[in-house]
C-alpha cells in the first residue's frame, strides 16, 4: 500500500507529493492531461517556436514562495529571469506609473505630490518579506504569527477595499497602479482585502521582483516533478480518475483539484456544495512580428503591463464581471516573456499574453474589446499580429478541470473568501473523511504559482499519518 496518492499535478499537487516524499513516503501522483503542470505550463499554442504560458507566466509569490524556496529546484532546471521593471501600469497621454525594485523609483513615478505617501505607506514592511510571506501565505489560524507586530500592522491595512487604501493619494498614477495590483484578487475593489492584495505583490516586486522562469512556467512543474522522481515518487500522466477505485490503496488521497471534483470523484455528497466561484477571464496569447509599440517608454522595460488605466475604469470592469455583464472597457493585465527570454519565440519575434476579467461561464468573444484597449496604449499592435490563440471560459474550463466556470482562482476570492477557503474550517485541508485530504489554490492561502497550498496539506497529511501510525 502506499502512503499518498496525489490527484493532480499541477503546483499544489507537485509541491505536496514532494514534501511527503522528501519524508520518505511513498507517493505516486495521477494526472489527468497528457503533460503535468496544471496553471503552470508552457505550450505552442499559435505557431511553431511560439511558447506560450496558457495560464499564469509571470510569478512574485512563487519567486517569494517559502515552500519553493526551500527545494533546490534549480537543480533541475528552474531559472528565473527578472526584466528591468516588474510592472508598467501606462496612461494614454503616454506616461506611465511603475512598480519597480526600488521604492524610491516606483514612488517618484506617482509625481511629488503621492511619493512620501507610497514611501510611508511601505516602510513598515519593506525588507520583511520572507517573515511577511511565512505568516500571510498560510491559513491565518494555524498558529502565532512568526513577527507578530508586523502582522498586526500588514493586517489593519491590508484588511482595507483598495478603494479605501487609495484616499492616501492624490493622483491617479498610485491610484491607478494599486487598483490594478488589487485587482489580482478578480474581485471587486470594494472588497475586504483587495488592499492586502495590492500590498503583497507590491513588497513582492521590492523584495523578490516579478520574475518569469527561464523557457517558461511549464519549468516550473518539471522542476517540481524532478525532484520528486529523485526522492522516489512516480508521476503517472494521461490517467483521469472518476472514482477512488480508479486509484491503487493508499493510506491518503490528497487532491489538486476543485472542491466539487473532490467530492464527487471521493464520494462526499454535498460536502462542497455552498462553494462560490468567482469571475473567469477571456484570454488571448499573441504571436507578434516585434514588440508591443507602447506609447509609454517604461512598458517597453516591464514583464508585466497593466491597462486600466485609472481606478475607476478598473473598478467599474472588475464590478462588470462580477455582476455578469458583458466587458466594454477591460481592465487588462498582460505579460511579455519574450522581452527577457529568447527561448519563447523565433529570433527577433516576440510571444504577448492578456487578459480581462468576465462573468464565470461566459461565453462572448471579447477580441475585439481586448484589442482596441491595447491599441490605446500601443497604437499599431494589431498589425503586428502574426497569430493568435484565444480562450473564453468555456475554453479555460477546458484546458483546466479546476477553473470552474473559467475561475482561475478555483474559488473566489471576493471579501473573507480569499482567508475562508473552501468553506469555514480549522484545518481546510482536511476532509470530512480521514484519508482524504485537499490541496488545490481552492484552500489558503489561495491563488497563484507558489505551492503553499501543497506545502500545508502536505503537513496535515504527514501529521495524521505519523499520529496513526504510532
Not at 516579478?210 to 525532484?227: E, K, N, T
Not at 471560459?393 to 478541470?401: E, H, L, S, V
Not at 477557503?421 to 485541508?429: D, E, G, M, N, S
Request: aromatic letters at 8%; one cysteine or more; glycine letters at 12%.
Amino acid at each position: 500500500m502506499l502512503d499518498a496518492v496525489v490527484i493532480g499535478a499541477g503546483p499544489n499537487g507537485l509541491t505536496a507529493a514532494v514534501e511527503l516524499a522528501r519524508r520518505g513516503m511513498s507517493v505516486e501522483v495521477f494526472e489527468a492531461r497528457d503533460t503535468i503542470g496544471g496553471g503552470a505550463r508552457t505550450e505552442e499554442l499559435t505557431l511553431p517556436g511560439f511558447r506560450h504560458d496558457p495560464c499564469s507566466a509571470v510569478h512574485p509569490t512563487g519567486i517569494g514562495s517559502p515552500a519553493f524556496s526551500a527545494m533546490p529546484l534549480d537543480r533541475y532546471g528552474l531559472e528565473w529571469l527578472h526584466p528591468d521593471l516588474p510592472m508598467a501600469h501606462p496612461f494614454p497621454d503616454g506616461t506611465a506609473a511603475v512598480l519597480a525594485h526600488s521604492v524610491g523609483e516606483t514612488a517618484m513615478s506617482f509625481g511629488p505630490r503621492d511619493a512620501g505617501a507610497y514611501r510611508r505607506l511601505v516602510a513598515p514592511f519593506v525588507g520583511k518579506w520572507d517573515t511577511m510571506a511565512h505568516d500571510f501565505l498560510r491559513t491565518q489560524w494555524l498558529g502565532l504569527p512568526h513577527d507578530p507586530v508586523t502582522y498586526a500592522r500588514f493586517g489593519l491595512v491590508g484588511m482595507q477595499p483598495v478603494s479605501l487604501l487609495n484616499r492616501r493619494f492624490q493622483g491617479e498614477k498610485a491610484r491607478g497602479l494599486l487598483a490594478g495590483l488589487g485587482a489580482h484578487a478578480n474581485a471587486p475593489l470594494s472588497g475586504i482585502g483587495t488592499s492586502g492584495m495590492a500590498l503583497m505583490f507590491a513588497l513582492a516586486a521590492h523584495h523578490k521582483g516579478w520574475p518569469v522562469p527561464r523557457g517558461g512556467s511549464q519549468a516550473i512543474s518539471d522542476a517540481l516533478a524532478g525532484l520528486l522522481r529523485a526522492h522516489g515518487g512516480v508521476v503517472h500522466t494521461d490517467f483521469e480518475v472518476k472514482r477512488l477505485d480508479d486509484l491503487p490503496p493508499a493510506r491518503a488521497y490528497v487532491f489538486d483539484t476543485s472542491p466539487t471534483a473532490l467530492a464527487r470523484i471521493a464520494g462526499l455528497g454535498n460536502a462542497y456544495r455552498d462553494v462560490k466561484y468567482g469571475p473567469s477571464v477571456f484570454k488571448i496569447d499573441y504571436a507578434l512580428s516585434a514588440p508591443v509599440p507602447w506609447t509609454a517608454k517604461e512598458a517597453h522595460r516591464a514583464g508585466t503591463v497593466h491597462i486600466g488605466p485609472t481606478s475607476g475604469e478598473i473598478g467599474a470592469s472588475l464590478n462588470a464581471a462580477t455582476h455578469g455583464q458583458d466587458p466594454a472597457v477591460p481592465f487588462l493585465i498582460t505579460a511579455q516573456p519574450s522581452l527577457i527570454d529568447s527561448t519563447r519565440a523565433p529570433e527577433g519575434k516576440h510571444t504577448f499574453w492578456a487578459y480581462g476579467h468576465v462573468p464565470n461561464g461566459w461565453e462572448g468573444d471579447a477580441t475585439e474589446v481586448v484589442e482596441r484597449q491595447i491599441e490605446r496604449f500601443a497604437p499599431g499592435f494589431r498589425d503586428l499580429v502574426l497569430a493568435r490563440a484565444v480562450a473564453g471560459p468555456p475554453q479555460i474550463a477546458a484546458r483546466n478541470a479546476n477553473y470552474v466556470g473559467g475561475d482561475t482562482n478555483t474559488g473566489s476570492a471576493a471579501g473573507l473568501r480569499l482567508l475562508i477557503r473552501p468553506k469555514l474550517a480549522r484545518v481546510p485541508y482536511e476532509t470530512a473523511h480521514p484519508a482524504i485530504y485537499l490541496c488545490s489554490q481552492a484552500t489558503p492561502p489561495g491563488p497563484g504559482v507558489h505551492g503553499m497550498s501543497g506545502h500545508y496539506a502536505a503537513k496535515t497529511v504527514w501529521r495524521r499519518l505519523r499520529a496513526n501510525h504510532r
